[in-house]
T-cell receptor
Framework: DAGITQSPRHKVTETGTPVTLRCHQT?????MYWYRQDPGHGLRLIHY???????DKGEVSDGYSVSRSKTEDFLLTLESATSSQTSVYFC????????????FGEGSWLTVV | GENVEQHPSTLSVQEGDSAVIKCTYS??????FPWYKQELGKGPQLIID?????GEKKDQRIAVTLNKTAKHFSLHITETQPEDSAVYFC?????????FGRGTSLIVHP
């Protein structure tokens, strides 16, 4: 298995509170991604990073921000959580952004009440 | 951007039967087509991939075929087993980050 660790794995939070999900990799891969998975929508890209301090938006980036201060760590922040952000969040990594295998973490289950 | 359509959304088969999942894509520049299997409560895992310079690739009971002219590719699982029950995702990529299909829930009945 690819060396990807997500934390927390499960979290329940209240509407309006900030939430940060963490992703840590031991593969030294350049690219890191955050996806969300919802029934009927598959895997949707939230944000991705192509290097330290280099990030870009995916298709569902509204309400989310990210930071990457070290190669191995990629943080996803919900500044003010809403019920529509209840989802399963997957971190993923790849050596490059094109034509390379994307490896997924085990997921973080977030419930916003 | 790329658009990937995946069908069917649910597939139910008897153990030992074959299963076929089909995906279409829109960007003719796509040249990398991976397939992922996601078991309940886990992250997706790559099971097979194909690049545009080949038309078919096999790995034991699974195979993937690619038709670049028609812009579609398929996953074939033969002699299905209960442990094949999972959600399967296709994706299409190339010079950009792959776009994923919405997934197929495969149920294999013993």
């Amino acid at each position: 298995d690819a060396g990807i660790t997500q934390s927390p794995r499960h979290k329940v939070t209240e509407t309006g509170t900030p939430v940060t999900l963490r992703c840590h990799q031991t593969e030294n891969h350049r690219y890191m991604y955050w996806y969300r998975q919802d029934p009927g929508h598959g895997l949707r890209l939230i944000h991705y990073s192509y290097g330290v301090k280099d990030t870009d938006k995916g298709e569902v980036s509204d309400g989310y921000s990210v930071s990457r201060s070290k190669t191995e760590d990629f943080l996803l922040t919900l500044e003010s959580a809403t019920s529509s952000q209840t989802s399963v969040y997957f971190c993923a990594i790849s050596e490059s952004g094109s034509g390379n295998t994307i490896y997924f973490g085990e997921g973080s289950w977030l419930t916003v009440v | 951007g790329e658009n990937v359509e995946q069908h069917p959304s649910t597939l139910s088969v008897q153990e030992g039967d074959s299963a076929v999942i089909k995906c279409t894509y829109s960007d003719s520049a796509s040249n990398y087509f991976p397939w992922y299997k996601q078991e309940l409560g886990k992250g997706p895992q790559l099971i097979i991939d194909i690049r545009s310079n080949v038309g078919e690739k096999k790995d034991q009971r699974i195979a993937v075929t690619l038709n670049k002219t028609a812009k579609h590719f398929s996953l074939h699982i033969t002699e299905t087993q209960p442990e094949d029950s999972a959600v399967y995702f296709c994706a299409a990529g190339g010079s950009y980050i792959p776009t994923f299909g919405r997934g197929t829930s495969l149920i294999v009945h013993p």
